[in-house]
């Protein structure tokens, strides 16, 4: 099993703060997505990196792909708090034909 | 926009009876998927299904579990004889393409069963 370390667990800021949240693993991933959870909700797709060093944006919000393809990273510049909520990775095994491992999530919170 | 639908949306069921998660993946879809969410825990993978049959599964799916795409637009899973332990949410997600490099899944918004 290919495990996907999330950092920090919680992260509590200001309105107005830029914060980053990092996903790690030792395992080579073939793509990796970020998800957004509400509470009795399922994952929402942020986006999917595929290629190694990828760089996407949405907005304020800045992910990144790892060269090795085993890392990523979310990084929400000038938060708010509609950004509150749990961001999870997940990342696709490059020995498995579609199951996603998910880590364990980073809780956001963002106080006006 | 279209979506993953599930239905229902909790079940609460006594422990041994049997129970039907639904699902109604995006109509283009090729791959299926089911994942549970033990409360405060990870998403975990159950099942993958492709071309009418099981591509993948992992050790919580055992001969409990079944899954089945009876129609050309549903997508169930059953669980034969519920234990306490298989309370959780249980997603369903589906995608488009085969290829590994865009695994892009699609979520539903849960069913949340309880065993009593």
């Known amino acids: 099993t290919q495990l996907l370390e999330q950092s920090p667990q919680f992260l509590s800021i200001q309105e107005g703060e830029n914060l980053t949240v990092y996903c790690n693993s030792s395992s080579v991933f073939s793509s990796l997505q970020w998800y957004r959870q509400e509470p009795g909700e399922g994952p929402v797709l942020l986006v999917t990196v595929v290629t190694g060093g990828e760089v996407k944006k949405l907005k304020r919000l800045t992910f990144q792909f790892g060269d090795a393809r085993k890392d990523s990273s979310l990084h929400i510049t000038a938060a708010q708090p509609g950004d509150t909520g749990l961001y999870l990775c997940a990342g696709a095994p490059t020995d498995s034909w579609g199951k996603l491992q998910f880590g364990a999530g980073t809780q956001v919170v963002v106080t006006p | ?16 009876q049997e129970v039907i998660l639904r699902c109604v993946p995006i109509s283009n879809h090729l791959y299926f998927y089911w994942y549970r969410q033990i409360l405060g825990q990870k998403v975990e993978f159950l099942v993958s299904f492709y071309n009418n049959e099981i591509s993948e599964k992992s050790e919580i799916f055992d001969d409990q579990f079944s899954v089945e795409r009876p129609d050309g637009s549903n997508f169930t899973l059953k669980i ?13 997600a589906s995608k488009f393409e085969g290829y590994r490099l865009t695994d892009t899944q699609y979520f539903g918004p849960g069913t949340r069963l309880t065993v009593l």
């Open chain 2, 80 to 92: 034969r004889s519920t234990k306490l332990e298989d309370s959780a949410m249980y997603f369903c």
């Open chain 2, 1 to 16: 926009e279209p979506e993953v639908t599930q239905t229902p949306s909790h079940q609460v069921t006594q422990m041994g």
